[in-house]
């Protein structure tokens, strides 16, 4: 073919080849194109995607939340090592909009993920680079499915337990795992209530030498504070157990949950009603972020918003004019 199109095309029937074969190279060059920002490759992103399409969603999705330390790396080392000894094929994914995570702690969490980090079985990838929360939760989203086609049959996202992205992480998997610490029941650890309302279990880790005691107390607390809350799901009521991701003790209890929360929102049709929701909930959100990029990217905009701004702080201009204003670039 002689047309422009043809080799984009060509690059993108490969790409799929080769992720749908699984082959990790492959699969990083598709979520390096997910997150580049240049135009032309999103362009062939979206096409991947949708030609991906069909062959995504058999995975079990599970976002995984909690304050820095709480154990979330060694946990998701624990449970993915135990699945790929299961048979299983581990994706863990993360979603983290702050520039917090430098290309240090990326691997310093590797360190973390130590069995994980060598395993054939599991892939992991670090959050994209940072930018809004709405545009690093529409890539980690694509590189989901990416996965998904690739064969990985549970994926992981992980999220630090500080803001918004929780929200973002809870709007893409089909189970919220929250993990606790234990002995601290103090106002739930500073969690803003809505994120405890999200929660399809409360784990407390490190239930191991001197903590089992406390861990349990703590367990009865958020048991308690759970029941004065309203739950997600009518077809779910969300347990709180205690684990160490250190000895691996009761790692296998909690996935038992994860599977019998599938079991039953599946039966009950809910599993597949969430996912409904939250397709059209991306449309929406990705439709917001592709209509505000150029207040964000383009710079004479950028420069007329500043002094629009400063004038509707100063009352010379009225807060509807300014908006003809803007939306008048914008249609340029
Ligand atoms: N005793 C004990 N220590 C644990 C357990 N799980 C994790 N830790 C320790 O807690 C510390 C933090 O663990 P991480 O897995 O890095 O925690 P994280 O939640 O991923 O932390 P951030 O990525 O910084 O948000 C490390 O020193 C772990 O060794 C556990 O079950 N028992
Ligand atoms: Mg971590």
């Known amino acids: 073919m002689s047309s422009r199109r043809g080799p984009a095309l060509l690059d993108i029937a490969r790409l799929i080849d080769g992720i749908r074969a699984g ?13 580049s920002r240049r135009s032309d490759h999103q362009r062939l992103a979206r096409q991947l995607v949708q030609d991906l399409l069909p062959f995504t969603g058999n995975a079990v999705r599970v976002g995984i939340t909690g304050v820095p330390g709480v154990g979330k790396s060694t946990t998701i080392d624990a449970l993915g090592s135990m699945l790929t000894g299961e048979g299983h094929k581990i ?21 973390r993920m130590a069995r994980l980090a060598t395993d054939m079985n599991a892939f992991i990838r670090p959050s994209p680079a940072s930018g809004t929360l709405g545009g690093v939760a529409a890539k980690t989203r694509e590189t989901m499915l990416l996965c998904e086609a690739a064969g990985y049959d549970v994926v992981l996202v992980e999220t630090v337990g500080v803001g918004q992205s929780e929200i973002a992480v809870a ?17 739930l650890q500073g969690l803003k209530k809505g994120v405890v309302e999200l929660a399809d279990m409360i784990a407390v880790n490190k239930a191991d030498g001197d903590n089992v005691a406390r861990a349990k107390v703590a367990a009865a607390e958020y048991r308690a504070a759970l029941h004065i809350l309203t739950p997600r799901s009518a077809n779910w009521s969300p347990p709180v157990v205690t684990y160490s991701a250190l000895t691996g003790e009761g790692v296998a209890a909690l996935w038992a949950h994860v599977l019998d929360h599938r079991e039953k929102l599946t039966a ?9 929701e939250q ?9 917001e972020e592709r209509l505000f990029a150029p207040l964000r990217s383009d710079r004479a905009i950028k420069a007329a918003l500043a002094s629009i701004e400063a004038e509707v702080a100063a009352g010379t201009l009225a807060p509807a004019a300014a908006v003809d204003k803007i939306v008048g670039m914008l249609g340029r």
């Open 23 to 35: 082959q990790r190279a492959v699969i990083a060059r598709g979520i390096t194109l997910i997150e």
């Open 91 to 111: 994706a863990v994914l993360a979603v983290d909009p702050s520039s917090r995570r430098t290309g240090g702690s990326i691997l310093a969490d590797k360190t």
């Open 171 to 187: 709007d893409m998997t089909d189970f919220f795992l929250l993990l606790m610490l234990p002995g601290a029941g103090d106002e």
């Open 268 to 276: 009950a049709g809910e599993l597949a009603s969430r996912r409904a």
């Open 279 to 287: 397709q059209v909930k991306w449309m929406w959100a990705m439709l």
